[in-house]
C-alpha cells in the first residue's frame, strides 16, 4: 500500500511516499480503508524526533486522525463489522499504524462511527481537534450558558470547534483572527463578533462588548504571544485555558492575582478515559444535531505531504489541513 512514512528525523523534507506492506490486524483491533486523513501540528513536532512528548522507532508512519470504512476486524471486536464507516481519534490507542497511509489499523477503543450526515473529509477533520476543543472550552473552561467566550484563532482546526460548541451551550461568542478572511468565516460559524487578535489597539473594543468586565472564559491558541494580553483582559474569576504555544512568554502574575483568574491548559494525550467518554458522548450529540461541524482548509495528497505541513505550519488559511487519499 501508499504511505507516507520518514526513514530519518528532520523537517518536513522528510517526509516521503512509500509503498509498504499492510499493517496486520490482532485481536481488539481494526483495519480501516483511509479516505481522509486530518493533520495535527504535534506531527510535524514528533518528525523532527526532538517532540518530547513522544520519539517514534523509524521507520515511521505518522497520523492520528483519519475517516474511512472498516475493512476487517480482529479477534474480539464485536462492536464494529467490515463496511462501517467510522473516523479514527488515534491519539491514545495502544497501537495505531499511522493514518498517512491507505490502510491503518488501529485498536477499537479509538474508533467512533461516523454520522451519515458528515463526509469523509468531514470525519477526517473531527479526531484531536474536535477533542481538544470541547475539553478546553468545557472541561477545563467550565463554560456556561451566558458566559462570553474569547477564541483567540477561532478559523483554526480547533477553534472553529470551539465557536461551534460555544453558542450550541448558549455563550455569547468573540473570536479573532489576523485575516478578513478569518474575521468573515469566524462570523459564519455563528460567533456574534469576529475582530484582529487583541491587543493595545483594539483592547477598548474587546472590553466594550464585554460592558467592561471582560470575557469569561479565554480558549488560547498562541500563548506564547496573547496569554500576558490575557491576563489583563480576563473577567475576575475568569478562566485562561492554553491549548496551544510555540514559546516561552514573561507575563505579570499580578494580573491574575487582581481578578483571581484561573490558568489552565489543555493536553488530550494526558486525558483521563472517563473524560474522554464523557466528551465523546457530547460531540456526538453535537455532531448528530448538526450544531457542530468540522471546517475543511487545504486539501492535499499523501505526495503533497512535505507542502502540506509546511503549510499548516506557517499558520495559513482556515480550518483543519487534510490528505484527500480516495475518492468517496
Known amino acids: 500500500m501508499k504511505a507516507v512514512q520518514i526513514k530519518e528525523f528532520g523537517g518536513p523534507e522528510v ?3 512509500r509503498s509498504i506492506d499492510e499493517p496486520t490486524v490482532h485481536a481488539n483491533e481494526v483495519k480501516v480503508k483511509v479516505y481522509a486523513t486530518g493533520l495535527n501540528p504535534n506531527e510535524s513536532y514528533t518528525i523532527t524526533g526532538t517532540y518530547g512528548a513522544f520519539k517514534p522507532e523509524l521507520p515511521y508512519v505518522p497520523g492520528y486522525d483519519g475517516a474511512g470504512i472498516i475493512e476487517e476486524v480482529g479477534e474480539g471486536v464485536e462492536d464494529f463489522s467490515p463496511g462501517d464507516r467510522v473516523w ?4 491514545l490507542a495502544e ?3 499511522g493514518t498517512y497511509a491507505e490502510k491503518v489499523v488501529v485498536d ?11 463526509t469523509m473529509l468531514e470525519g477526517a477533520g473531527l479526531g484531536i481537534p474536535v477533542f481538544t476543543a470541547y475539553r478546553a472550552l468545557v472541561q477545563r473552561g467550565k463554560v456556561q450558558a451566558e458566559d462570553t467566550v474569547l477564541v483567540h484563532g477561532a478559523s483554526g482546526s480547533v477553534g472553529s470547534f470551539v465557536v461551534q460548541m460555544a453558542k450550541a451551550l448558549g455563550a455569547k461568542v468573540i473570536g479573532t483572527s489576523s ?3 478569518g474575521r468573515q468565516e469566524i462570523l459564519r460559524l455563528g460567533a456574534d463578533h469576529a475582530l484582529k487578535h487583541i491587543d493595545e489597539d483594539n483592547r477598548d473594543e474587546l472590553m466594550e462588548l464585554t460592558e467592561n468586565n471582560g470575557p469569561d472564559v479565554i480558549i488560547e491558541m498562541l500563548a506564547n504571544v496573547n496569554l500576558e494580553m490575557d491576563t489583563q483582559v480576563i473577567a475576575d474569576a475568569g478562566r485562561i485555558v492554553i491549548v496551544g504555544s510555540r514559546d516561552t512568554i514573561e507575563i505579570n502574575p499580578r494580573n491574575i492575582m487582581g481578578t483571581e483568574a484561573v490558568v489552565t491548559a489543555v493536553n488530550v494525550g494526558k ?7 464523557a466528551a465523546w458522548k457530547e460531540i456526538r450529540k453535537f455532531l448528530e444535531n ?18 502540506a505541513h509546511q503549510k499548516m505550519m506557517e499558520g495559513s488559511g482556515n480550518g483543519r489541513t487534510v490528505f484527500l487519499i480516495a475518492e468517496e
Open 108 to 118: 477499537q477503543n479509538h474508533l467512533y462511527f461516523l454520522p451519515d450526515n458528515l
Open 179 to 181: 485575516t478578513e478572511a
Open 290 to 307: 448538526e450544531s457542530v461541524k468540522p471546517l475543511i482548509g487545504a486539501q492535499f495528497t499523501l505526495e503533497e505531504a512535505s507542502e
Open 95 to 97: 497501537r495505531n499504524t
Open 15 to 17: 517526509l516521503k511516499v
Open 271 to 277: 486525558m483521563p478515559n472517563s473524560d474522554k467518554l
Open 88 to 91: 479514527i481519534a488515534g491519539f
